[in-house]
T-cell receptor, first 114, second 111 residues
Framework: DTAVSQTPKYLVTQMGNDKSIKCEQN?????MYWYKQDSKKFLKIMFS???????INETVPNRFSPKSPDKAHLNLHINSLELGDSAVYFC?????????????FGEGSRLTVL | GEDVEQSLFLSVREGDSSVINCTYT??????LYWYKQEPGAGLQLLTY???NMDMKQDQRLTVLLNKKDKHLSLRIADTQTGDSAIYFC???WGYGNKLVFGAGTILRVKS
């Protein structure tokens, strides 16, 4: 029933490891996003895909690699995790051309790097 | 460059009005948004305003937009304890419906 779902909700891992976060939306939207929220609650866009094509790629280390197998899924893979990667990662979706441009957010995946 | 600024904290008593302020930079933003984030949850759209409007009212919420000063505000009438959350102002920026968010205003409602 959940519109935008992310897994896992919590992830605790060691520095240097590689991890993935998955996102799926059942709203039929054609655009998906990854946002990072740091400990001060500041929210910043990382990537956006429209119909499986990368359209927004902010200044993010290339250790972060998004993958969109289809327009309903957008996964985030992170290599060689660092302490500064600890944050809450939010997936979101929207429908391009929709008047309001509203983003629908998942509940977030809290990543803690030790 | 893209920048959205908000005051970081607001504390009000239950039943009072709350006013959260925001300034933004992109005068070409078509829509401006207010999102609400409750503890441990994702962001949910609270309301939005089209850039050619000065005001929008939706039940207890009133949004005021001053395009000249690039100032946006959210007024919550009769604030309830359930309104305690973080409120994010956002503007649409450039291509791809990229939303740029402010740092969020923590609203605390005291009973």
């Amino acid at each position: 029933d959940t519109a935008v779902s992310q897994t896992p909700k919590y992830l605790v891992t060691q520095m240097g490891n590689d991890k993935s976060i998955k996102c799926e939306q059942n709203l039929g939207h054609d655009t998906m996003y990854w946002y990072k929220q740091d400990s001060k609650k500041f929210l910043k866009i990382m990537f956006s895909y429209n119909n499986k094509e990368l359209i927004i790629n902010e200044t993010v280390p290339n250790r972060f690699s998004p993958k969109s197998p289809d327009k309903a899924h957008l996964n985030l893979h992170i290599n060689s995790l660092e302490l500064g990667d600890s944050a809450v990662y939010f997936c979101a979706s929207s429908q391009a051309g929709l008047n309001t441009g509203e983003l629908f957010f998942g509940e977030g995946s809290r990543l803690t790097v030790l | 460059g893209e920048d959205v600024e908000q005051s970081l904290f607001l504390s009000v008593r239950e039943g009072d009005s709350s006013v959260i302020n925001c300034t933004y930079t992109d005068s070409s933003s078509t829509y401006l948004y207010w999102y609400k984030q409750e503890p441990g949850a994702g962001l949910q759209l609270l309301t939005y305003i089209f850039s050619n409007m000065d005001m929008k009212q939706d039940q207890r919420l009133t949004v005021l937009l001053n395009k000249k000063d690039k100032h946006l505000s959210l007024r919550i009438a009769d604030t309830q304890t359930g309104d305690s959350a973080i409120y994010f102002c956002a503007e649409s920026w450039g291509y791809g419906n990229k939303l740029v968010f402010g740092a969020g205003t923590i609203l605390r409602v005291k009973s």
